[in-house]
């Protein structure tokens, strides 16, 4: 024999354990016995569940997956943005200078005053402090009082 008529086998790809998913798979690997792992899982019927899935609705799921409206971030009421002005008015200074006051941006303040911002509770509360009116909840731009009526 030369060696033209032999074959030479560089790597052979050993026989991977294969996983039984149905009952007939099972029943064949006990059959054959030739080292089929199988996983016994919960069965109903003849199909598998996992049951970290069971009752969960995948077509619910991908839809809401696919979908690309998401809804923007509420912005702050033109209400909260005319009390804004009027009570830096009365106090008599610019956004700027109220800016500076709660340490923000004069951005920041024109944000909120034209309504286009999005509510931070933090920054409503250093320009209620600062201009002293009520800018949340019910009663927005009345005074603002300090602690409890008696």
Do not use: C
């Amino acid at each position: 024999m030369s060696d033209w008529d032999s074959t030479t086998v560089i790597r052979k790809r050993a026989d991977k354990a294969k996983v039984a998913r149905t009952e007939a798979e099972i029943n064949a690997a006990r059959r054959v016995s030739r080292g089929l792992l199988f996983q016994q899982r919960r069965l109903t019927g003849t199909a598998l569940t996992n049951a970290s899935h069971a009752n969960t609705n995948h077509q619910r799921i991908a839809k809401l997956d696919r979908d690309d409206n998401v809804a923007p971030p509420p912005k702050v009421d033109v209400s909260v943005g005319k009390a804004l002005q009027k009570g830096r008015q009365e106090k008599g200074i610019t956004q700027k200078d109220l800016a500076q006051l709660i340490n923000e941006k004069p951005q920041v303040v024109n944000e909120y005053e034209s309504g286009k911002a999005i509510p931070n509770q933090n920054i409503l509360g250093k320009m209620e402090r600062a201009l002293g009116i009520k800018l949340r909840g019910k009663n927005i731009g009345e005074p603002l009082t300090f602690g409890s009526k008696k």
